[in-house]
């Protein structure tokens, strides 16, 4: 970052990027506008990056990994850097809390909540990084087999706008833990904490090149990134689309990939649930982060005796919702969707339903005295939606939910199994068989019994099945993706 903090100055700031360990702009000297999606105000500039770049951003990875301090650094110091990383993550706290806020416009408590998950993941992938262990393997006589865990090298980190501090947190804290080096190419749309956080990197002391930064489109910075022939494996957060095509990149250098494509991820509640518990949960599964999370709880799939009165109390919810800016005082329930292009994304969906005939139950509304140039989009409820309708099965990224009514646990487990996503699942039931059932019956890479976990869960294994993508992301899990086994055998005859 120029200047002091972004968040205080009154001019939009020109921010750089990190490539070894250097803070740069683009060698084209391109920039983006950064705006803020409570205003639609520019704020802010980053370098608008191109395939020179990202080459220079990939050759500094690739020196710090085959010729730097990095690779003999032990586990347990790698360990520590990553603990002091979320220390500094700490002490920095409400500065990345404001400066997400305002780049995505999130309210500021949504923001302080990803920084408290942000400095949990690098505590966890601190103290994680010297505890995973190779075997000893049975095998002929005379002869020792055992096998070591090993860096892929040089990873890439294609990163989202919805939760850039956080993503950006499992990603760097699993393959940092397992020893490769980074290179990120975070969202245009929300670029500046992720440069934030690799200049904390700096100052706790990761060698330069292990944690780069080129910002830049994702047509132009992100797909040289993710065909770039010196990166060894890659990961991303996004769209489906784009997921297939940062695959098709990948492919051509035959790399490993792990992506995390979203969902349409069901709750499923019983009519014998404790229903007022459910309540609180399925809207805030819905509208936290303005309906923009890869795992919200888009479908509730209510039992038939159970639908008249959850779906009024769930309209009553609705009818009150607020969205406002990410700073309003008192704070709003929801804040704008993060781009004009989002927005009108949202909306074209919207209409689109209602023109079809779905029944809209409520719909909350936009602050009166929100910027007139934000980007907000008021919470909308759907009923009795049909299971083939588009906003039955494709992901909206806005908040929007539908409900659907079903009839037993066979109908409930066809319906959440429905779309072509396999992310996450809520199951509300005070049965306990019924919950075991229902865990296994459903496809989904996380499931929640009496309980929602949108986004959360440091220690949990993350990702899906189907068109919610591959590979696994957060917890202990991770580091087998960020890793690749090398076996070992000894002829000691
Ligand atoms: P959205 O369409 O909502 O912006 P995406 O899934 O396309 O969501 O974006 C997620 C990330 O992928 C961003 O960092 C974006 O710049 C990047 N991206 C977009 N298109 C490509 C591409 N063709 N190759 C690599 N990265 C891309």
Redesign the pocket.
């Known amino acids: 970052m120029d200047g002091d903090s972004l968040t205080r100055a009154a001019a939009p700031a020109a921010w750089r990027q990190v490539i070894g360990g250097r803070r740069t702009g683009a060698v084209s000297g391109a920039r983006i506008d950064v705006t803020c999606p409570s205003d639609g105000e520019v704020f802010a500039t980053i370098p608008a990056s191109s395939a020179e770049d990202v080459d220079l951003a990939v050759r500094a990875a690739r020196r710090a990994f085959d010729e730097g301090p990095w690779g003999r650094i032990p586990a347990v110091e790698r360990g520590r850097l990553l603990t002091r990383l979320g220390q500094l993550v700490k002490r920095h706290a409400e500065e990345l809390a404001a400066l997400e806020s305002r780049d995505t416009g999130k309210p500021l408590r949504q923001g302080r909540a990803d920084v408290t998950a942000t400095m949990r993941y690098y505590e966890f992938y601190g103290g994680a990084a010297d505890k995973l262990h190779g075997d000893t393997i049975p095998f002929l006589d005379g002869y020792t087999a055992l096998t070591l865990r090993e860096p892929h090298g040089v990873v890439a980190g294609?990163?989202?706008?919805n939760y850039p501090l956080q993503i950006l947190a499992r990603v760097a804290g699993a393959a940092l833990a397992m020893g490769n080096v980074l290179v990120v190419?975070?969202?245009?749309?929300a670029s500046l904490t992720t440069i934030r956080i690799a200049e904390l990197g700096l100052e706790a002391g990761f060698p330069e090149g292990v944690f780069n930064v080129v910002t830049g489109?994702?047509?132009e910075a992100?797909?040289a990134?993710?065909g770039h022939p010196g990166v060894d494996y890659v990961t991303?957060?996004?769209?489906p689309?784009?997921?297939t095509?940062?695959q098709q990149?990948a492919a051509l250098n035959n790399r490993g990939v792990t992506m995390e494509l979203g969902g349409k991820s069901p709750q499923i509640v019983f009519a014998d649930a404790d229903l007022d518990k459910a309540l609180s949960v399925l809207v805030n599964a819905i509208i936290q982060n303005a309906g923009q999370t890869c795992s919200a709880g888009s479908r509730v799939l209510i039992e038939r005796p159970a639908y008249d009165a959850l779906a009024d109390a769930l309209a009553d919810r609705f009818a009150k919702l607020v969205a406002g800016p990410h700073d309003a005082d008192p704070e709003r329930d929801l804040g704008p969707l993060v781009s004009a292009r989002?927005q009108a994304r949202v909306a074209a969906m919207v209409e689109e339903a209602e023109a079809s005939g779905i029944s809209v139950l409520a719909r909350g509304r936009v602050d009166e005295h929100a910027p007139q140039g934000g980007f907000y989009a008021a919470p909308v409820l759907f009923g009795a939606v049909d299971p083939a309708a588009r906003i039955a099965r494709e992901e909206i990224?806005g908040p929007v939910l539908s409900l659907f009514s079903f009839e037993g646990e066979d109908e409930a487990v066809r319906l959440a199994n429905s779309t072509d996503y396999g992310l996450v699942a809520g199951i509300w039931t005070r049965d306990g068989a019924r919950q075991h059932r229902l865990a296994k019956r459903v496809r989904a890479g996380q499931v929640f019994v009496n309980s929602y976990g949108a986004g959360g869960g440091v220690e949990l294994p993350f990702g899906g099945f189907g068109r919610s993508g591959h590979g696994r992301e957060k917890g202990f899990e991770a580091l087998y993706d960020m890793s690749a086994t090398k076996t070992v055998v000894f002829d000691h005859r």
């Open positions: 294609i990163i989202p706008w190419k975070p969202a245009e749309d489109t994702g047509g992100g797909a990134l993710s991303f957060t996004g769209s689309a784009t997921g095509a940062i990149a989002q990224f």
